[in-house]
């Protein structure tokens, strides 16, 4: 089983939305519920950078190029992340990953498939 399962990208013209999913199935459930998650994001030829992160209490954080258009949340119970997209731009085209946060924003564990989201120009 992964770690951590996305889903929920696609292809989708610029101004529109598109709402990512993360899973972590094999996290133990206090463990997910206390941990601080992220959302990253690795476009053609550019380094994998962190878009979002959101606490254990639910305080979001985000790179200033997606600011009041992407939202991170969290479903506890569920082991769930997400991300909201909207007023998409050909710039946020890549591959979209999640990931369990050390408190320096650090990722913890091996990656997922990610899901790919194309924003053409």
């Known amino acids: 089983q992964e770690q951590l399962v996305e889903s929920g990208g696609g292809l989708v013209q610029p101004g529109g939305s598109l709402r990512l999913s993360c899973k972590a199935p094999?996290?133990?459930?206090?463990?997910?519920?206390?941990?601080?998650m992220g959302w990253y994001r690795q476009a053609p030829g550019k380094e994998r950078e962190l878009v979002a992160s959101i606490t254990a209490d639910r305080s979001a954080d985000y790179i200033d190029s997606v600011k009041g258009r992407f939202t991170i949340t969290r479903d506890n119970g569920k082991r769930m992340i997400y991300l909201q997209m909207t007023d998409l731009k050909p710039e946020d085209t890549a591959v979209y990953y999640c990931?369990?946060?050390?408190?320096?924003?650090?990722?913890?564990?091996?990656w997922g498939r990610g899901t790919l989201v194309t924003i053409p120009s």
């Open positions: 094999r996290m133990i459930l206090s463990v997910f519920n206390a941990n601080l």
């Open positions: 990931n369990a946060l050390t408190t320096s924003k650090q990722p913890k564990h091996d």
